[in-house]
C-alpha cells in the first residue's frame, strides 16, 4: 500500500509565497514521474508542474517563473515551491506519481488528498 501526504496549503496573500511538500510511504522501490496537480472551484483539474525521477522538470505556462518544482527521491518527497502567488492559483492542490515500483510490480496513478491553498487579494 502506498500512501501520498501533501502539506504546506493555508492562506497567503497575493505575492507571497508558500512551500508544498508531498511524501510517499509504504512499500516502494522506485516512482517515475511525480508531480504537482490543481482544482479550482468549478474548473477541471490541471497540470502545474512534473518531474522525472532524473530532474527533469515540465510546468504549466500559467505558473513558469513563479513555482518551481523539486523532489529528494531517497526521501521519496516531492515539492513545490510557489512565489509570487495571485489570486487566480487559488485552488486544492494534488500530489501525484505516476508509476511506482512496489515490490516486483509498477502500479499506476497514486494520488494524495489535497491541500488546499488560497490566496487573498
Known amino acids: 500500500q502506498v500512501q501520498l501526504v501533501e502539506s504546506g496549503g493555508g492562506l497567503v496573500q497575493a505575492g507571497g509565497s508558500l512551500r508544498l511538500s508531498c511524501a510517499a510511504s509504504?512499500?516502494?522501490?522506485?516512482?517515475?514521474?511525480m508531480g504537482w496537480y490543481r482544482q479550482a472551484p468549478g474548473k477541471q483539474r490541471e497540470l502545474v508542474a512534473t518531474?522525472?525521477?532524473?530532474?527533469?522538470?515540465n510546468y504549466a505556462d500559467s505558473v513558469k517563473g513563479r513555482f518551481t518544482i523539486s523532489r529528494d527521491n531517497a526521501k521519496n518527497t516531492v515539492y513545490l515551491q510557489m512565489n509570487s502567488l495571485k489570486p487566480e492559483d487559488t485552488a486544492v492542490y494534488y500530489c501525484n506519481a505516476d508509476s511506482v515500483l512496489t515490490g516486483a510490480i509498477w502500479v499506476y496513478d497514486y494520488w494524495g488528498q489535497g491541500t488546499q491553498v488560497t490566496v487573498s487579494s
Open positions: 518531474i522525472t525521477s532524473g530532474g527533469s522538470t
Open positions: 509504504g512499500s516502494i522501490f522506485s516512482i517515475n514521474a
